[in-house]
């Protein structure tokens, strides 16, 4: 996707080098950020320098790809072990950042070449995660009637990914395809994906949209304001229950009651098919800080940290929570629309 007329991409790869767009200062700036090892890549992902589970499948690849280049011949699979180790500790809930680093390690381990294996794995998964969004966005466009308002929760754009996006990519082939759409982008505390990414990513591409707060949804589908809801996700299990951001599963309730289609929009990697149900995901819990305090530039455009809450008050922060498959109306995938069953979802993978 385009910023300031310039293609980029969330996260790409030169040699041993992972660069990575730095959303954790978006939109206040727009940065590069340049990490020269694994364990600089980890602490990008822990910091939330780079988000969003497609954009975290890439980037923990690449992780592991660093690692490859780092190790020495004499130690290679211990010191990849150990960065596979530490890679998946960064964060627990999307599934695509563990089938990221499985799908790179086992390439590499049945290769006699595993560096170059390492390499050549992680570049093509990337290109195939691309691919995908793409698909996703033709697919879930179809769904979209001109004049349409959808709400969307969180950002799952192409910063969420590495490029297109899951939940925003129908919006953006629907927005160049002449629909005339309007956006409604949950601002998604504590964090703010969708006031600070969803409306950045939106802007940039011209698509009318507005931000909400995220007790107002429910308000303005009662108001028979939003004709759609698309969300992506950090993983379904393979009944078809979906753990996204906190606050999704609030909007879908909210949906179902108002009759409101409720879309999830997520490649199969997304898929987590060993688990059961939505009771077997494990959800991160983040520091207290990320509700207490909030970050924006200052009147000299320097960014500040503010406490926005009662001093001495302690926070409770889960990152996700998990809506039931019953509430969804569909997934959309590359591989087409499909009703959130356990029959379609096995089907998927066949
Ligand atoms: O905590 P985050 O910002 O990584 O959470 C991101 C989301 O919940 C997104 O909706 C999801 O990962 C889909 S991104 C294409």
Request: with cysteine.
């Amino acid at each position: 996707m385009k910023v300031n007329g310039q293609d980029f991409k969330t996260v790409w790869r030169v040699g041993a080098s992972v660069f990575l767009i730095e959303q954790n200062i978006l939109p206040f700036e727009f940065k590069i950020f340049e990490s020269k090892n694994y364990r600089q890549t980890c602490e990008a992902i822990i910091i939330m320098l780079v988000r969003g589970a497609i954009a975290l499948e890439a980037t923990a690849a690449y992780a592991l790809v660093q690692a490859f280049l780092e190790a020495t011949q004499n130690n290679l699979w211990q010191y990849v072990d150990q960065a596979k180790k530490e890679i998946e500790a960064t964060r627990p809930t999307a599934v695509n950042l563990f089938y990221a680093v499985k799908r790179v390690y086992d390439a590499a381990k049945n290769s006699a070449d595993p560096v170059n294996a390492a390499q050549a794995e992680a570049e093509k998964m990337v290109a195939e995660s691309i691919a995908a969004t793409k698909k996703i966005g033709e697919y879930g466009a179809e769904l979209i009637i001109d004049g349409m308002n959808i709400e969307t929760h969180c950002n799952a754009g192409w910063l969420g990914c590495v490029d297109w996006g899951t939940a925003l990519s129908p919006m953006y082939i629907a927005h160049r395809a002449g629909k005339k759409i309007f956006v409604y982008a949950d601002e998604t505390r504590p964090r703010g994906q969708g006031s600070r990414l969803s409306a950045w990513e939106l802007h940039n591409e011209g698509v009318p949209h507005a931000i909400i707060p995220d007790n107002a949804g429910a308000y303005l589908m009662g108001q028979g304001k939003v004709d759609l809801m698309i969300v992506g996700a950090d993983r379904i299990a393979a009944n078809g229950d979906t753990a996204n951001k906190i606050g999704t599963m609030e909007k879908a309730i909210a949906a179902k009651y108002f009759g409101i289609p409720f879309y999830v929009a997520a490649p199969l990697a997304t898929f987590d098919i060993n688990c059961e149900s939505g009771q077997n995901i494990k959800i991160e819990e983040r520091s207290q800080d990320e509700v207490l305090y909030q970050t924006g530039p200052d009147e000299n455009d320097q960014i500040k940290k503010v406490l926005v809450c009662s001093p001495g008050s302690s926070a409770v922060n889960p990152g996700f929570d998990v809506t039931p498959a019953e509430l969804i109306t569909g997934i959309i995938t590359e591989k087409g629309i499909i009703k959130p069953t356990i029959e379609n979802i096995k089907a998927l993978f066949v």
